[in-house]
């Protein structure tokens, strides 16, 4: 329906309750009609004058989970957060990175070519300098100076994609939750100091003429939507020894979070355990040598033969489902005879891996398999970026609707 824009109210929300670090909290307004364009405004830290902010996520990396809740019944929901914005932020063009993201993020993707590859000693072929024309944001103590960003929730809840309206006639305690990170290694990854999260606010734009809003709730049936479900499983670390300096691992997983739901799209991520990055955290998905990753479906293998089984066939993947990437070069270079590419920090920290489902789901599982590296200048082997423990995390699109009853009362249901 078409409505003009002086029948819409732009409010400015500010949470019921807000403890620094840890918990906000929003809520709108019962008997109302929103638009489902929520934005959050005034995302940050401050802190030590000069930190700096994730490189891959900006000022999101604050965010730990957020939540759409009406009372107690989870509308919508995102665990993780920074980590899926983080694979969001990789999930876009170099250009809107550079040109966009870097100023309302406050993030530090996309990435210039500066010289030739000559210039860099001992650098792989393809070499390219990142941010040779921009600075990473940087902190002040002052919640007026320090940067900030706003975030369209829209973009990142498919309940609000979904529908083009919030009836809170409906939805009678709507309300917004978020939860903080508390590891500063992914918020301010190159000097852990102490922070304090910025106080934020909500925008929303409101129907305020009777007559449209009995139109549209009349017409308003509910909604069907993918939301973005998370679990994860644990990888062991591996050890190496002099006399088997490449053991192999594999392992297979029986995941029951997916059971009984139909998933689209299902999003990989290798997060670290023992090592951190300097500019990311451990918010990005990190490589490993010689992995393999195949699914098997209700007793099915998704993929032919052992999966995918290389950086080149895992890429095709990814951008055949999520669209370009802000790739650079020469991430996914491993050389055979080191342990790790050091000489550049997001080298092999942004490799995510995705499959298509779209099957119901009775049994599901992971199997995930790498090579080790000995590192005779190293301790402890286990710790080491390609022999660590890993957090596996599956982020998987799930069909599900919710069904207004003529009476107003509503059901949430897995289809």
Same mark, same amino acid.
């Given at each position: 329906?078409?409505?003009?824009?002086?029948?819409?109210?732009?409010?400015?929300?500010?949470?019921?309750?807000?403890?620094?670090?840890?918990?906000?909290?929003?809520?709108?307004?019962?008997?109302?009609?929103?638009?489902?364009?929520?934005?959050?405004?005034?995302?940050?830290?401050?802190?030590?004058?000069?930190?700096?902010?994730?490189?891959?996520?900006?000022?999101?990396?604050?965010?730990?989970?957020?939540?759409?809740?009406?009372?107690?019944? +989870?509308?919508?929901?995102?665990?993780?957060?920074?980590?899926?914005?983080?694979?969001?932020?990789?999930?876009?063009?170099?250009?809107?990175?550079?040109?966009?993201?870097?100023?309302?993020?406050?993030?530090?993707?996309?990435?210039?070519?500066?010289?030739?590859?000559?210039?860099?000693?001992?650098?792989?072929? $393809?070499?390219?300098?990142?941010?040779?024309?921009?600075?990473?944001?940087?902190?002040t103590?002052n919640?007026?100076?320090?940067?900030?960003?706003?975030?369209?929730?829209?973009?990142?809840?498919?309940?609000l994609?979904?529908?083009?309206?919030?009836? +809170?006639?409906?939805?009678?305690?709507?309300?917004?939750?978020?939860?903080?990170?508390?590891?500063?290694d992914?918020?301010?990854?190159?000097?852990?100091?102490a922070?304090?999260?910025?106080?934020?606010?909500?925008?929303a734009?409101?129907?305020?003429?009777?007559?449209?809003?009995?139109?549209?709730?009349?017409?308003?049936?509910?909604?069907?939507?993918?939301?973005?479900?998370?679990?994860?499983v644990?990888l062991?670390?591996?050890?190496?020894?002099?006399?088997?300096?490449?053991?192999?691992?594999?392992?297979?997983?029986t995941?029951?979070?997916?059971?009984?739901? +139909?998933?689209?799209?299902?999003?990989?991520?290798?997060?670290?355990?023992?090592?951190?990055?300097?500019?990311?955290?451990?918010?990005?998905?990190?490589?490993?040598?010689?992995?393999?990753?195949?699914?098997n479906?209700?007793?099915?293998?998704?993929?032919?033969?052992?999966?995918?089984?290389?950086?080149?066939?895992?890429?095709?993947?990814?951008?055949?489902?999520?669209?370009?990437?802000? /790739?650079i070069?020469?991430? $996914?270079?491993?050389?055979?005879?080191? /342990?790790?590419?050091?000489?550049?920090?997001?080298?092999?920290?942004?490799?995510?891996?995705?499959?298509?489902?779209?099957?119901?789901?009775? /049994?599901?599982?992971?199997?995930?398999?790498? +090579?080790?590296?000995?590192?005779?200048?190293?301790?402890?082997?286990?710790?080491?970026?390609?022999?660590?423990?890993?957090?596996?995390?599956?982020?998987?699109?799930?069909?599900?609707?919710?069904?207004?009853?003529?009476?107003?009362s509503?059901?949430?249901?897995?289809v």
């Amino acid at each position: 329906m078409a409505f003009y824009t002086n029948n819409i109210i732009n409010s400015e929300i500010q949470p019921v309750s807000h403890q620094k670090n840890y918990r906000t909290e929003f809520r709108l307004e019962p008997d109302n009609l929103y638009l489902s364009n929520l934005r959050l405004v005034n995302i940050g830290v401050t802190g030590k004058v000069g930190n700096k902010l994730n490189q891959l996520v900006g000022a999101l990396g604050v965010i730990k989970s957020i939540s759409l809740l009406d009372g107690n019944e +989870t509308l919508d929901t995102l665990n993780n957060f920074n980590q899926y914005a983080g694979f969001r932020c990789y999930n876009r063009t170099n250009d809107e990175n550079i040109s966009q993201n870097y100023r309302l993020k406050k993030n530090y993707m996309g990435f210039v070519n500066l010289g030739s590859t000559l210039d860099y000693v001992g650098g792989p072929a $393809g070499y390219v300098q990142v941010g040779a024309l921009r600075n990473p944001s940087e902190l002040t103590d002052n919640v007026d100076t320090t940067p900030t960003m706003w975030v369209s929730l829209k973009d990142y809840f498919p309940f609000l994609e979904g529908s083009e309206y919030v009836p +809170t006639s409906i939805y009678k305690n709507f309300r917004i939750v978020i939860e903080y990170e508390n590891d500063v290694d992914n918020i301010t990854p190159e000097d852990t100091d102490a922070f304090e999260t910025t106080i934020p606010f909500l925008v929303a734009d409101m129907i305020d003429n009777d007559n449209v809003k009995s139109q549209i709730l009349e017409n308003y049936n509910g909604v069907r939507f993918s939301p973005i479900e998370n679990s994860r499983v644990v990888l062991n670390a591996i050890v190496p020894t002099v006399g088997n300096p490449n053991p192999t691992q594999s392992q297979t997983f029986t995941i029951n979070a997916f059971n009984d739901k +139909t998933i689209e799209r299902l999003l990989l991520v290798k997060e670290p355990v023992s090592t951190s990055s300097d500019t990311i955290g451990r918010l990005g998905s990190i490589g490993q040598y010689l992995e393999s990753t195949q699914y098997n479906i209700n007793g099915a293998n998704l993929l032919q033969g052992a999966g995918l089984t290389s950086r080149n066939m895992t890429l095709a993947m990814l951008y055949d489902l999520y669209g370009d990437c802000n /790739n650079i070069a020469p991430n $996914g270079y491993l050389a055979e005879s080191e /342990n790790y590419i050091t000489d550049l920090d997001l080298v092999n920290r942004l490799e995510y891996t995705a499959v298509h489902i779209g099957d119901y789901v009775q /049994n599901f599982q992971l199997q995930y398999g790498r +090579t080790g590296q000995f590192d005779a200048a190293e301790a402890d082997q286990s710790v080491l970026p390609l022999n660590q423990r890993l957090n596996l995390q599956l982020y998987a699109e799930v069909r599900k609707e919710i069904s207004v009853n003529s009476d107003g009362s509503y059901a949430i249901a897995y289809v």
